[in-house]
């Protein structure tokens, strides 16, 4: 088995908002068939977040030979959700999820009230034939008690319902180890997200060590002003122990894409995605077909 690479859009965010459909060619170019959207503001938006129309984007991905796999949608509006799905559906698109909308987290009776809306979404997206998936940061890895936030979502949603994508970058940021994480949950882990962490960096690879005290709240202001740019590096040229992830989340059998992610680049956006394309050729365990 070998994990399908792709490309997560937030990459190249402002190459996108600049130009879309030549960006989406550029990615063709540069040898990605997956690509995984963001769309941040699904309320007044269209589904992938860039202002295309359905058929706009489907005449695009079919023209430049991509594939979307994915996309996250925030906020999870239940009243908007079924026009973002139609979205979807007419894309191709069988998956989509959310990551940062939900935090801080402000005691474990809201957390388990956010597994609820989950479950619901994640209702929704089976009756069309789709899944719904739940994207970590770091701040997932706070405690209640003896309890992570990540194990109470994991805990209190339906495993048919709620599945994960996982960020190997910031669970190792976290503190935690990525692959004890895959191999714990990797029946339910159906996305992969690889970013990577260079060898000199301005912070401690764990953000709890020095950076965030873990038990005080992380809002939205905390998050972005503690994350430093200078913490990402392109894919495949940092220290993270990424052939072991490859190796260890191909076990899981409802994995098929591990979808690369550049959070910061000192480089131009496009140049930063073909640096880690050639980069994570070194890898065994891939394929870009």
């Known amino acids: 088995m070998s994990l399908k690479v792709g490309v997560q859009l937030f990459s190249v965010r402002q190459s996108l908002q600049e130009s879309p459909l030549q960006t989406l060619e550029d990615i063709a170019k540069a040898g990605y068939k997956y690509i995984e959207a963001a769309n941040h503001n699904a309320q007044t938006d269209d589904g992938v977040g860039f202002n295309l129309t359905a058929k706009e984007m489907r005449q695009a991905l079919d023209q430049f030979g991509l594939e979307i796999v994915g996309c996250h949608v925030n906020p999870l509006d239940l009243d908007r959700l079924p026009a973002v799905l139609d979205y979807h559906q007419e894309l191709g698109n069988t998956q989509i999820g959310c990551d940062i909308e939900f935090f801080p987290y402000q005691d474990k009776?809201?957390?388990?009230?956010?597994?609820?809306?989950?479950?619901?979404?994640?209702?929704?997206?089976?009756?069309?034939?789709?899944?719904?998936?739940?994207?970590?940061?770091?701040?997932?890895?706070?405690?209640?008690?003896?309890?992570?936030?990540?194990d109470?979502?994991?805990?209190?949603?339906n495993p048919e319902l709620v599945f994960a994508e996982m960020d190997?970058?910031?669970?190792?940021?976290?503190?935690?180890?990525?692959?004890?994480?895959?191999?714990?949950y990797k029946d339910r882990l159906v996305l992969l997200h690889q970013k990577d962490f260079p060898e000199r960096a301005s912070q401690p690879l764990n953000m709890y060590d020095g950076v965030i005290d873990p038990n005080q709240e992380i809002n939205f202001g905390l998050f972005d002003e503690t994350v430093d740019p200078q913490c990402f590096t392109e894919i495949g040229t940092g220290v993270l122990p990424i052939q072991a992830i490859i190796d260890t989340a191909n076990t899981a059998p409802n994995l098929d894409y591990i979808l690369l992610e550049q959070d910061h680049t000192s480089l131009d956006e496009i140049e930063s995605i073909q640096k880690s394309m050639k980069a994570f050729q070194k890898y065994t365990g891939v394929t870009w077909k």
């Open 109 to 150: 009776d809201y957390v388990l009230r956010r597994c609820e809306l989950f479950n619901k979404v994640g209702e929704m997206c089976k009756q069309r034939g789709m899944r719904y998936y739940y994207h970590n940061h770091y701040q997932e890895f706070q405690q209640f008690g003896d309890q992570t936030v990540y």
């Open 168 to 184: 190997t970058y910031w669970i190792a940021r976290a503190g935690q180890d990525p692959l004890e994480l895959i191999q714990k």
């Open 152 to 157: 109470i979502i994991m805990e209190n949603t």
